[in-house]
Structure formats: structure tokens, C-alpha cells
């Protein structure tokens, strides 16, 4: 039943419009039994509690006035004396690095405040009944990129908080989930007109965010969904250009395969040709070995020499190698010094006469 969303009450900051909204509607879908909207904006409130009654049935939604740097304990209070809380959303936010500390008081205090002290409220081990925690990071909670350094640093934090709290060992003792959604670029009246620090790079910024693959927020509501019905304690999904939700350990090991940095990389036929190309770019981004393949022994000499002054001494190492009867002489001397993790089968040849019979 932890994974269900039927019959639980939930309380999502932010609840007004955008994310907060769209996952109300979902949850209630689901069968939610009743859902909290906290929003400062009272307008946008009462006219989302319309919307979502109209849609799904009468005294199935509260909103309640609410700044999350300010009142938590009258607002908490007032829930906690009438409800036993299934389920906080913790998706109150800003996106503006020129509000530097509205923005840390918000997306991190707020987070901490709200998600620690609904924590306690459904702990077993202090009487509750358990439940779950799902707080908004972002990609940016796990990516860099030159832009928007405040928001990325919150968004860090806020995956930090995710994992300690979530972690296994608290979530035996209270039988309380505390995981992390991380939407890509999705539109919302925050993603509409970001605010940046002046870093002399706006027109860079422009291109960036045109390049990425934008989301509508109905991708994330159902998002929230998949992950309240399979996220573990303390793990983080990615949802970004509405594809199915991926666990963040996965996603970031992926984007770590495609990081040349550290790599041991085989070429084969490496002495020459595309094969030396490959092997000094490799270098050049940062692989840590790249072990040069060729049958061309004065040739791969020479290449591992040149790679060497232009890399640093070692980067580069050459075997003379038959690709068709060296198999297994050169890769055990390989794999017994090196933990391979990139192979460019480059060697070939372009011959269609010299071999061939004709009759």
C-alpha cells in the first residue's frame, strides 16, 4: 500500500499552477483521498480548488494560503491536527539568481523546513503511519553548465538532503520515503523568463535553452506518479523531453560512459590515418591511456613519440599487432596492466584484387 496512491492525503507546496497543479490532478486521479494546495498566491489557489473540485468531486481539495519561508508551523499545525499526511510534494521554488538569498531561503531552507518537519509527522518509530516525501530537484541537481549558478547550487542541495534523509537507514526506523523528481526543461511560468546574473554570456544563454528538449508539465505530473509507485527511499529520477522516468544513478553513469576523461581507449590500426586522429582526440579530451594497434612497427613508434610530446609522457603506448592472428597474444598483455574501457576497431583495408580469383 506505500506505493499507492489511493485513499492518502497529500500536501503539495506550490500547488497553485504549473508542476504543483498538474501533480495534484494526477495524484487525484490515482485516487487520492484528499490534496492540499499551499500557495502564496490566494487567486491562482482558489481558482485551481475550483478546477480540480469540478473535475474530480467535492471536499476532495483544500488550498491554504502560505509562504514556505514563513509558515510552516501554522500552516503544519493546522493540517496535523485534522489529517495524518500521506504525502508531502515539496515543489515550492524560484528560478532567479539575481535573488540570491530568496532563492536559497525557498528552494533550500524551505525544502529542509518542510520536508524534516513532515518527516517527523509520518515517522513509525514516533507514532505515525510512515509515508513519502517527493521534493522537486531538477537536472540541475546532478548536471553543470556555465549558466545559473544559484539555482544550480540549490538544486545540489537539494538532492544532498534527498539522499541523507532517504537513506536506507532512516527509512528503516520511519517508514518514510523521501525521494527526488529532476525535471529537464519544461515549460512553466518559472522557465518562461529565467533570471541570470550578468555574466556576459545572454546570448549564449538564449541558444542554450533553445538547444534543449523542452516538456510539457503533464510529462512531469505523470512522472511524479511513476516515481511515488517505484522510487526507493533516497533515489533520484530524471524526467526530461517527456521520455519515461530514469533513476539518476543510471542516468548520470550514462552520461559518465560518454566522458572521455579517464579513459583507457584501444585503436586499433592507430599508427596513421583516422586511427592516429582518433587517438590524439581522445587524448586531447582527456583520456588517460590510449594503447596504439598497428602492424606498422617504425610507424607506431613514431606515433606514440609524437603523442607523447604533445600529451605527456605515457598517454600513448604502442604494440605491433596483426589484427588477424594477434587476438589473443595482445590483448592478455593488455588486460593485464589496463581495465579497458574504450575500443576503436579502426585497422582495415581497401583491396579488392589482390586476393581474388578469377574464373
Not at 1 to 14: P, R
Not at 138 to 160: C, E, N, T, W
Not at 300 to 312: D, F, I, M, T
Amino acid at each position: 500500500m506505500e506505493k499507492s496512491l489511493a485513499n492518502k492525503v497529500v500536501v503539495i507546496t506550490g500547488g497553485a499552477e504549473g508542476i504543483g497543479y498538474e501533480v495534484a490532478d494526477r495524484y487525484l486521479s490515482k485516487g487520492a483521498k484528499l490534496v492540499f494546495l499551499l500557495d502564496i498566491n490566494e487567486k491562482l489557489g482558489n481558482e485551481a480548488v475550483q478546477k480540480l473540485s469540478a473535475k474530480h468531486g467535492a471536499n476532495k481539495v483544500i488550498f491554504m494560503k502560505c509562504d514556505v519561508t514563513s509558515d510552516l508551523v501554522p500552516v503544519s499545525k493546522k493540517i496535523f491536527e485534522n489529517y495524518k499526511v500521506d504525502i508531502l510534494l515539496n515543489n515550492a521554488g524560484i528560478l532567479n539568481d539575481r535573488l540570491l538569498k530568496k532563492t536559497i531561503d525557498i528552494n533550500v531552507t524551505g525544502v529542509c523546513e518542510w520536508g524534516l518537519a513532515f518527516w517527523d509527522h509520518m515517522r513509525k518509530d514516533k507514532g505515525g503511519n510512515g509515508g513519502t516525501i517527493l521534493n522537486l530537484a531538477s537536472i540541475y541537481g546532478y548536471r553543470v553548465d556555465p549558466f545559473l549558478p544559484v539555482y544550480q547550487a540549490s538544486k545540489f542541495a537539494v538532492m544532498g538532503f534527498t539522499k541523507s534523509l532517504g537513506h536506507k537507514a532512516n527509512y528503516e526506523r520511519s517508514g518514510v520515503r523521501v525521494l527526488a523528481m529532476c525535471p529537464g526543461f519544461t515549460e512553466t511560468k518559472l522557465t518562461a523568463a529565467p533570471q541570470a546574473w550578468d555574466m556576459g554570456q545572454d546570448k549564449e544563454f538564449e541558444q542554450f535553452l533553445k538547444a534543449q528538449a523542452w516538456q510539457k508539465v503533464e510529462s512531469v505530473g505523470q512522472a511524479a506518479v511513476d516515481i511515488f509507485e517505484n522510487g526507493d527511499s533516497g533515489t533520484a529520477w530524471l524526467i526530461e523531453g517527456a521520455r519515461p522516468i530514469v533513476e539518476v544513478a543510471n542516468a548520470y553513469t550514462h552520461d559518465m560512459e560518454r566522458d572521455p576523461k579517464n579513459k583507457v581507449v584501444v585503436v586499433t590500426g592507430g599508427a596513421g590515418g583516422i586511427g592516429y586522429e582518433i587517438a590524439d582526440k581522445f587524448l586531447k579530451y582527456g583520456a588517460k591511456t590510449v594503447i596504439i594497434l598497428d602492424i606498422n612497427e617504425t610507424l607506431g613508434a613514431e606515433a606514440a613519440q609524437k603523442l607523447n610530446v604533445k600529451h605527456g609522457e605515457g598517454k600513448a603506448v604502442f604494440i605491433k599487432c596483426d589484427v588477424t592472428k594477434d587476438l589473443d597474444k595482445v590483448s592478455d598483455e593488455i588486460f593485464q596492466k589496463y581495465d579497458v574501457n574504450v575500443l576503436v576497431n579502426n585497422a582495415g583495408v581497401l583491396n579488392e584484387v589482390d586476393d581474388f580469383t578469377w574464373w
